[in-house]
């Protein structure tokens, strides 16, 4: 392994630490040192917006935490979801007394340790509404979406929920649009190259040279096929179909657009693989309203890109267009 | 009527503990197989935690397990923290205020930490879970209970239960989690949490079972 670490257990303390360091005009660390503030949380009379995962996947989640976007994150180990009680502290931190939004991704320990948060801030009398990103395509058939996971779909969906919220809309507002976002949007992810956790000191997974994983998860999940490496053109034209098939949107939606690396993928390799997703799209007979290209939802240092689509409405363009000011440049 | 008491069976705690630092690479390698590969850096990082916290304090066996149920859930997380955390917190809850804890109290402690499990979960057996682990053994730790066998035997039924249970999973397609992806490529190997469980049940009950006077 060639990376900078110190202890590999301690990877996240001391991510969190300099993360805190690096962002003081825009972060805090809360009173439980795996909550992540914005510095102006919590806000009163705004709802409150929350989200948390597992590390691994920087910029998200600690790198959305902001103005208008989120109040609070939870922050877990390395792939594995935050506790129980780091997800409420998120909650706590973000109430400014009209209730907290978590907004967060379909996995098996977040489902558990969501549930369990939401009871105990439950009990103190803060009222919380939940919405699970379930956007990664190739998780579950499409009569199966309440299994699929979510992937890099969270970030336009904390987008819109928190300006949602930062627009002063009650509780049950701001979780239906958030809904609406995260139901508006499909992802896909492809893998060249496997990641490690520091701790287990070996790759989670493996991919052959001159192969990829089209499908792939956010931590090595197995996708749809493995199959030879293609031209950039081709693995794009094929992220474009199995995202758009599956969307099934009609003629002039309008849509945004977001190509995010996996971690050790280079920036210009992604906008070599927009610039054909941008002429499928087209193609298609849909409206590109804005693209986002970039190391937004990563996963250690895997190689490989995600696509995510959203179909945009009025509302989701204007909530889309708020200013936030958050670490990662979105 | 066997029993054994709950002050100072704390020890069961640590030695529970040492057996899941043991296991670290081991849970970790069945887990690499089929899942992310940290179950077993995540389960000796909470244990390991745990046992610190119980060192030279004499613990009654309810308050070592309180201590651990609170460890997993609050400081560990994944899937596994809340799992085993609920059922160490429900088996603490149950047995505290027994102070000589018959096999009648030993399987409402076992009910109790499942229905916790069941509660934030939605896994049923056959799922390759730890599930597959857990409901043989509480079913067989009844059955021997019902049939007349003594307090002791019970707690061999079920350590023999949860071991052909976690062995079973071998042969189980997985249905939940991360696993679940992999559909029949997770054939042909153990579940890493029902080989967590059956390690924990076969610790406690040996533990009870070596205490029973």
Known sequence: MQRFINNPDEVVEDTVKGFVKA???????????????????????????????????EPAFIGYTGRNMLDAVAVGELFSSPTAKSFHDAMREANGGEGVVCLYGNYAGDNMNVKMAVKLAAKEGIEIATVVANDDVC????????????????????????????????????????QKAIDNCRSIGVGLGPCTLPAVGHPNFRIEPGTMEVGIGHHGEPGLRVEALKTADEVAKDMCKIVLDDHGLPDGTEVAVLVSGLGATPLNELYILNDTIEREIRARGLKIYRTYVGNYFTSLEMVGATLTVMALDDELKALLDVEVRCTAVF | MQTFENAKAGDIVQALAERIIENRAYLSEIDGKIGDGDHGVNMAKGFGLAAERLKDKDASLAEALETLGTVLMTEIGGSMGPLYGVMFTEFAEKIEAVDAIDATAYSRMLHAGLEGIQSIGSAKVGDKTLLDSFVPAVEAFDAAIAAGRSFAEALEALTAAAEAGRDSTRDLVAKIGRASRLGERSLGVLDAGATSCAIILRELSGGARARLR
């Open chain 1, 139 to 178: 998780s579950a058939p499409p009569e199966e979406r309440e299994k699929r996971r979510g992937v890099a779909g969270e970030i336009f969906m904390w987008k819109i929920g928190g300006a949602k919220a930062a627009a002063g809309a009650p509780l049950e507002e701001v979780r239906a649009t958030a």
């Open chain 1, 23 to 57: 962002h003081a005009d825009i972060v805090r660390l809360g009173e439980n040192p795996r909550v992540i503030v914005a510095k102006n949380a919590p806000v009163a009379g705004k709802v409150g917006v929350v989200t948390g995962g597992g590390s691994g996947h």
